[in-house]
């Protein structure tokens, strides 16, 4: 097993920044194609943004492109999410979650997730 674990959640006054971390056990980061998503009560889990093994590549969201940005540290096995601008229609639960092989935008095509933080943008 491999455990994800998100930090950074917490409230933010709209037009704020925030900055997610993924901590990774078990097995290093390199190892695992990563992805954010994020979920609101009664709507489904949606892709955020992912980055590959290497972290040469990456894509986002349309919704979040320009302002959500990722990273990642191989070496201190953790992925990063800083969003900047933010609204209140980011609010959501933020997951991090792992991907054996090649990277994906598509939720079901990952391995492991974490138990996720709550992101608050308030008006």
């Known amino acids: 097993q491999v455990q994800r674990v998100e930090s950074g959640g917490g409230l933010v006054q709209a037009g704020g920044a925030r900055r997610l971390a993924c901590a990774a056990s078990?097995?290093?980061?390199?190892?695992?194609?990563m992805g954010w998503f994020r979920q609101t009560p009664g709507k489904e889990r949606e892709f955020v943004a992912l980055?590959?093994?290497?972290?040469?590549?990456?894509v986002s969201a349309d919704s979040v492109k320009g302002r959500f940005t990722i990273s990642r540290d191989n070496a201190r096995n953790t992925v990063h999410l800083p969003m900047n601008s933010l609204t209140p229609e980011a609010t959501a639960v933020y997951y991090c979650?792992?991907?054996?092989?090649?990277?994906?935008?598509?939720?079901?095509?990952?391995?492991?997730w974490g138990q996720g933080t709550q992101v608050t943008v308030s008006s």
């Open positions: 078990g097995r290093t980061a390199r190892a695992f194609a």
């Open positions: 979650a792992a991907r054996r092989s090649g990277y994906s935008t598509v939720r079901g095509d990952y391995d492991y």
């Open positions: 980055i590959s093994r290497s972290g040469t590549s990456t």
